[in-house]
């Protein structure tokens, strides 16, 4: 027996809950094989006191029935994962230097407009004084260079960090800047995950109050690793009104809880159409956003109508947040959603 085939027999304990294992999550911290005994350290974020005793069980159903293995010692130890903002403990905790508040913007299906809200709620954190980051994490599908206008490759330091682009105020990160060319990136699984990890890390973000993370849709393993490399305040759930997207909403919900993100709320996009007689048609139905956020008994952080000028807007790298409340009814509504943000996760 030695460390590397202890490593190897780990690989079938999967984190509870998930289709990945202990070990490509980095939880397994040491392994060492002393005659006769083996010890295995583990380091687990979680609140959740069911989690170390299921993978404390697991990895000694596993590692027992190895043949000449001898004793078998599993310690674990527990992290408190990040809580909701404004409990104790929670105040100024960040695993980006500099960095005061990580928030994430996810949804359980595409197309729902996650990619939309995100680069609105930055400008419009960014037009309520706040300075503001935002990183699009979508490997598969980036959109931010379109939705800000901006298609340069950044820089690095001296330190070898990635200098984020600027545009509307406020710093900007995409996969998308780093890429040759406009064909899809074709790594996945383990490669997706490292490259995701890497690139979080490697950003020089400087001072910043908020760092919006654009996560790609759905609800696998590249969500969940996001989650645990950045020490992410909670996240906010985009769906639009329609059951279809609703159940996939509900499965993100879930996940999150399941880690022990805080869900800051749901904003229900796409929730109308207003003609210009001022007739709201609910195209996807009414309400089902609203419904939602009271079953899973988490905030509505806001309604935002279908609007054709903001998708205008989107294409345009001029998101519809750069205009006043009084200006524009759907800035408004997200200037709205920031307040609500920057009161579920106050600065101090
Ligand atoms: P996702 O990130 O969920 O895949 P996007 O934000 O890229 O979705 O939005 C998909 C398309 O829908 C884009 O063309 C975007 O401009 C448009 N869109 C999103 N929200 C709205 C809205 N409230 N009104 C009009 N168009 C919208």
Known sequence: MNPESIREALRQVRYPGFSRDIISFGLVKDVICDPGLTTVRIEVQTRDPQIPEKIFQDCHAILDSLPDIGSVKVEISVKDAPAAAGLAGTVGKSSIPGVKRIIAVASGKGGVGKSTIASNLAVALAASGANVGLCDCDLYGPS???????????HANEQDEII??????????SMSFLLEDRSPVIVRGPMATRYTQQFLRQVAWGNLDYLILDLPPGTGDIQLTIVQTVSVDGVIIVTTPQEVALIDARKAVSMFAKVNVPILGIVENMAWFECDAGKKYFIFGE?????????LNVPLLGRIPIDMATRQRGDAGTPTALLTSSENNVAAAFHQLAAQTKAAVPLA
């Open 164 to 173: 984020p682009l600027e545009a509307h105020g406020i710093k900007l990160m």
């Open 144 to 154: 931010m260079a379109q939705m800000f206008g901006v298609n340069e490759r950044p």
């Open 287 to 295: 309400g089902g956003g609203v419904r939602e956020a009271e079953i």
